[in-house]
Structure formats: structure tokens, C-alpha cells
T-cell receptor
């Protein structure tokens, strides 16, 4: 079955350590996203990628880094520069289309099950 | 940029009653409004969406209404069941953001259906 797999589901980190969250999709989607979820704050966009080898900062990119070397994979690194990294992280993907082309299914996001990061 | 506000933050109803969640958006150019349901420990899933050329859309017990003039849209769940208990997110976007920023989400509503 097609879908998005995030790992690990739970992760504990000591202060000062970098950690990498994995996100893999087999939906053949071009666009991938990372969101951070905190209680009462909804979903905030960290980074997004429309195509392989290209990615853009979202609203809260400071302290995070990403790479997009393969269409299927979009790993997120939470660096020691992120001051408050404890959160639930969600990866998502969607069909991407060039600007100016309308598509009924293009805005639909498929989410993974999430990774909960706790800093000790 | 777009800003989406969602109310209420928590909602408790008795099984069988109706539930209504409301959202407002700021960018009049937004034309796509989805609703996502997030069950405990899982990622959000799309349950219904509406485009700006439609005022209302129904799918069994759920419906969404859109008022473009007032820039607000609502989710209506009728005959609620315990399995409807979850966090619901509204969102808004414009087609020009497809594959880019995609969606701006509301802050979420935790719905609890009491048996």
C-alpha cells in the first residue's frame, strides 16, 4: 500500500545533540513537507520541497535542516541550535504542479504518523 | 500571508448531537478549504474539502459550508459518534501555492463525544 513512513516514532535527545527524523513516501509525490505540532498551535511549516534537490524554508526553519536527494525521501535534522525542539513532527507529501496549472487533487496532503521528539 | 483562526479550541457533545467548528481566513484570494481529522497518535487525514466556487458540500454525516463574503467556513458533524472524537484542523490555500507552502492551518479543535 502507498503511504508515508516516519521513523522513529519516539526519540529522546540530550541537549546539544543533533537528531535526524526520517520520512519516506512511495506515493510518487513530487512535493514533501515538514510540520511541527505543539499543543494549541496547530501545524507550523518548517521546510518544504517541490522537487528533488530543491527545498525552501517555511515559517519556523531556524534550528532545522533538510535534504532532498531522492524523490522518496525528505529527512529532517533538528540541530542543537533549535532552542525548544520538544514537539510532535509531521511529514507530508502532495502532488505538485507548475504555477498556473489548477488541479483538483493537487492541494491534498498525505501525512505520516508522526515522530515525537523529547529533549531530556 | 494567509492567517486562519479556528474556534472553539475544545468541544464536548453528547453522542447523537451535532458539532460545529468554525474557521475564518484573511486572504480573499484563498480558494481551497480542507478539513483534516487527527486521531490520537496519528497524522491528520483529509475528511472533506471545499473550493470557493461551491457554498456547501456534504459527505454522509459531515458537511462544510463556505461564506466567501465573510471569509469564514464551518465543519458540521451530525449524529456524532464516539469515533468522531479527535482533533480537527481547518486549512486554507490558493492554487498558486500548490506544492509550495500548500496549506495554512488553524490551531485545531479537540472534539470529545460523550457516550
Amino acid at each position: 500500500d502507498g503511504g508515508i513512513t516516519q521513523s522513529p516514532k519516539y526519540l529522546f535527545r540530550k541537549e546539544g545533540q543533533n537528531v535526524t527524523l526520517s520520512c519516506e513516501q512511495n506515493l510518487n509525490h513530487d512535493a514533501m513537507y515538514w510540520y511541527r505540532q505543539d499543543p494549541g498551535q496547530g501545524l507550523r511549516l518548517i521546510y518544504y520541497s517541490q522537487i528533488v534537490n530543491d527545498f525552501q524554508k517555511g515559517d519556523i526553519a531556524e534550528g532545522y535542516s533538510v535534504s532532498r536527494e531522492k524523490k522518496e525521501s525528505f529527512p529532517l535534522t533538528v540541530t542543537s541550535a533549535q532552542k525548544n525542539p520538544t514537539a510532535f513532527y509531521l511529514c507530508a507529501s502532495s502532488i505538485a504542479h507548475p504555477t498556473g496549472v489548477k488541479s483538483s487533487g493537487a492541494n491534498v496532503l498525505t501525512f505520516g504518523a508522526g515522530s515525537r521528539l523529547t529533549v531530556l | 500571508g494567509e492567517n486562519v483562526e479556528q474556534h472553539p479550541s475544545t468541544l464536548s457533545v453528547q453522542e447523537g448531537d451535532s458539532a460545529v467548528i468554525k474557521c475564518t481566513y484573511s486572504d480573499s484570494a484563498s480558494n481551497y478549504f480542507p478539513w483534516y481529522k487527527q486521531e490520537l497518535g496519528k497524522g491528520p487525514q483529509l475528511i472533506i474539502d471545499i473550493r470557493s466556487n461551491v457554498g456547501e458540500k456534504k459527505d454522509q454525516r459531515i458537511a462544510v459550508t463556505l461564506n466567501k463574503t465573510a471569509k469564514h467556513f464551518s465543519l458540521h458533524i451530525t449524529e456524532t459518534q464516539p469515533e468522531d472524537s479527535a482533533v480537527y484542523f481547518c486549512a486554507a490555500s490558493h492554487w498558486r501555492d500548490t506544492g509550495r507552502r500548500a496549506l495554512t492551518f488553524g490551531s485545531g479543535t479537540r472534539l470529545q463525544v460523550q457516550p
